[in-house]
């Protein structure tokens, strides 16, 4: 890395630092990855006051020194000097929430003992001001020994102070203890000094957290809570479907364009394709999810950034505690509706190693985007668009259906697994609840931003060279006279030994070719039976239309209704399986994942077969 | 009179009077000591989840926290008088 000065953003969890760190970087952030480890590293650039520029990293919010999480394992193998990939920092910037004093200082007070030069920022005193809580940053100073800056990270207070903090803290001469940090305090002991710290920089109490207190009376209350719960999904799932129309169409539009110029001006042959039907097509594909999975992840930021996140998982932990889970599977599995992948690693704050185990297996099944143009396109051949009455329609209760099929799916299976692969004893569930806060701007737009830049760096390495892949597979070899490219390649050779397999759950030749390359990605499918059936690729929605009739004129019911049973379990994403392999450190457990959903797929795909042509469907 | 923190009852200010520790798991433990729970810090029972009331939601110093009753059988707690 750079050679400049190091400083480390530490500080307990809630307690503001990622809205500080974002205030003193600005955009100009690097996500990466320790090595070894999938915990994030979010770094950034800063000019002192004097002009010596420094770089500064976040590290994961951490309550002790007694890591709980791997999270929290690589705080603190930062701050020994231990964790690879990193030096040690030349000075920490603490972040302490003024409103929770006692609670933080403990932390703080592990962290000063380290011998490090550092700066704290007594954050959120306009908060503490609200709730009636007056600190006196001198008396906090004093007792702490070392310098601290009164900051309300979200409009920018107290930044040039810190600043100037920093900068003479960097100068100072380190003076770290021998040792990795056995020779800490005894945890009562330190428990207590912070207690009686907080007590003396405490200048004035009143009952505190009324705000907090006020609105948690209704979203915690037994009968409200959950009514404002349902709400709040409700209006969620709503805004991705409704919001996302017009963005999806802009962007399919474009690449529609974009495979019209490329068509124009490479030679017919091989080049061609590979461009227009392989690439574009694929990548396209991928990246008309864009505008769904940011608008859930705006939804899930602001709940996040607000508290409301924590209350829902609150609000859910019985639930998941009857299929041996607790609420902290809650956020994850609900990041899982816009793509498995953020949502898989959403599971690393799950400290107990079983149940995140167990919420990485089931993650698959929540219906993620991808889903949706495979449900759509069958849903639009197969099933009328007419009402049941009360104005409910029955493609929207079938689309309704296939998303509760898949919850309860991942519930039945967290259970199964609970008191199988992943059998342990029962955890806890202990969460702080931070308080309300009105969601900042800034935060928000920087953490889209980033999950933007992740997922189109996804689509332009993992789907781009699977895309070339299965397009290679699919163009050869070339066929000979009289032969078709779907019978002579090597995806249609496969294609015919797989058919052999699912015929019996009422799949034919066609959709056994569109299984293989939606091994990539599950939206695939759509393309590849359009592919299959050779419909013209000229004009977008003439695609469309032509594909809904072919189906109807070549599928059963059965079978159609068989083929979304399928893609509810069926695991057929690439990117979930690489980042299972990475979260769980190796092939046993994608391997696993891959095994038991299939194994689902196919019985269920072939119950709703069977069944449906039971009832003489 | 000491209860356990499951039985006090809503919105009754308290006092931490003892913690088992054997009663609960290395990693609860953890966890519980790491949210501020010790003897002497003033906790409130605030409310309980829907359908059974299970987990709770406590007020442990001047943070809220969310917890299973199982877990806050292992916490003795003193009503103070308001």
């Given at each position: 890395m750079s050679g400049f000065p190091l400083v480390a953003v530490v500080g307990n969890?809630?307690?503001g630092k990622s809205a500080l760190f974002n205030m003193l970087t600005g955009a100009r952030q690097k996500v990466g990855n320790y090595p070894g480890v999938t915990v994030e590293r979010k770094s950034g650039r800063l000019a002192l006051p004097d002009g010596r520029p420094i770089e500064i990293v976040d590290l994961p919010g951490a309550y002790?020194?007694?890591?709980?999480?791997p999270d929290e394992e690589v705080t603190r193998d930062v701050l020994l000097g231990r964790?690879?990939?990193?030096?040690?920092?030349?000075a920490l910037l603490l972040v302490l929430d003024a409103t929770n004093l006692d609670n933080h200082l403990r932390f703080a007070l592990q962290l000063i003992a380290l011998g490090l030069p550092t700066v704290v920022a007594l954050n959120m005193v306009d908060l503490a001001r609200r709730d009636g809580l007056e600190i006196d940053p001198q008396v906090l100073e004093r007792e702490l020994g070392v310098p601290v800056v009164a900051t309300v990270a979200v409009r920018r207070r107290g930044t040039d102070e810190l600043k100037e903090a920093l900068s003479e803290a960097i100068g100072a001469a380190r003076r770290i203890r021998a040792?990795?940090?056995?020779?800490?305090?005894?945890f009562a002991a330190i428990q207590r000094r912070a207690r009686a710290i907080a007590r003396l920089a405490t200048v004035s109490e009143k009952s505190g957290r009324r705000t907090s207190h006020f609105i948690d009376t209704v979203a915690l209350h037994p009968v409200a809570g959950p009514i404002v719960f349902t709400l709040v999904m409700f209006l969620m799932f709503q805004a991705v479907f409704a919001w996302s129309q017009a963005p999806v169409a802009w962007i399919e539009a474009g690449v529609a364009a974009l495979q019209g110029a490329a068509a124009s001006v490479t030679p017919a042959g091989l080049v061609r394709s590979l461009v227009v039907d392989g690439v574009l097509a694929g990548v396209g594909a991928v990246v008309a999810f864009l505008p769904q999975i940011l608008i859930l992840f705006l939804f899930i930021l602001m709940l996040e950034a607000s508290g409301y996140m924590v209350r829902a998982a609150f609000l859910m932990d019985r639930l998941m505690a009857r299929v041996?889970?607790?609420?902290?599977?809650f956020i994850p599995l609900l990041s899982s509706f816009a793509c498995a992948v953020p949502g898989i690693m959403a599971?690393?704050?799950?400290?107990?190693p079983k149940h995140r185990l167990t919420t990485i297996l089931i993650?698959?099944?929540?219906?993620?985007?991808?889903?949706l143009p495979v449900y759509a396109i069958i849903i639009g051949a197969f099933?009328?668009?007419?009402?049941?009455?009360?104005?409910?329609?029955l493609q929207g209760l079938v689309l309704f259906g296939l998303y509760a099929l898949g919850i309860v799916g991942a519930l039945v299976a967290a259970l199964a697994l609970r008191f199988t692969v992943t059998k342990g004893a029962p955890r806890g569930f202990m969460l702080e609840m931070p308080k309300y806060q009105l969601p900042h701007v800034r935060d928000i737009v920087l953490g889209l931003w980033t999950r933007t830049l992740i997922f189109l760096k996804r689509a332009g390495s993992i789907i781009l060279v699977s895309t070339i892949i299965l397009w290679a597979l699919l163009s050869f070899p070339q066929p000979r006279p009289g032969e078709t490219a779907l019978q002579s390649s090597i995806a249609g050779r496969i294609a015919s030994g797989l058919e052999v397999v699912v015929r019996p759950i009422g799949f034919n030749h066609e959709i056994a070719l569109a299984l293989i390359p939606a091994m990539?990605?599950?939206?695939?499918a759509v393309s590849s039976l359009a592919t299959a059936y050779s419909v013209?690729?000229?004009?977008e929605t003439k695609t469309d239309t032509t594909l809904i009739e072919r189906l109807r004129g070549r599928w059963s019911l059965p079978t159609a209704l068989a083929f979304l049973a399928w893609f509810v379990f069926a695991p057929q994403c690439l990117s979930t399986i690489a980042v299972t392999r990475r979260e769980t450190n190796g092939w046993k457990w994608p391997a696993f994942m891959l095994g038991y959903l299939f194994t689902l797929a196919y019985g269920a795909a072939g119950a709703t077969y069977w069944g449906a042509r039971a009832l003489g469907l | 009179m000491a209860l356990r923190l499951d039985q006090l009852p809503f919105r009754t200010p308290a006092v931490v009077?003892?913690?088992?520790?054997?009663?609960?798991s290395d990693g609860d433990a953890r966890r519980l000591r790491n949210l501020?729970?010790?003897?002497g810090v003033g906790i409130e029972s605030l409310h309980g989840a829907p359908?059974?009331?299970?987990p709770l939601a406590v007020r442990i110093g001047r943070m809220m926290v969310a917890m299973r009753r199982a877990q806050a059988q292992a916490v003795s707690v003193e009503p103070v008088a308001s």
């Open positions: 969890p809630n307690a002790s020194l007694d890591p709980s999480s964790q690879q990939g990193e030096r040690l920092p030349d040792g990795d940090g056995a020779a800490q305090e005894d041996g889970l607790s609420g902290h599977a599971t690393r704050t799950i400290e107990d993650a698959p099944l929540m219906t993620c985007s991808a889903r099933i009328p668009a007419r009402t049941i009455g009360g104005g409910i329609g990539a990605a599950r939206e695939v013209q690729e000229s004009d | 009077t003892a913690i088992d520790w054997s009663r609960l501020g729970f010790d003897e359908f059974g009331g299970d």
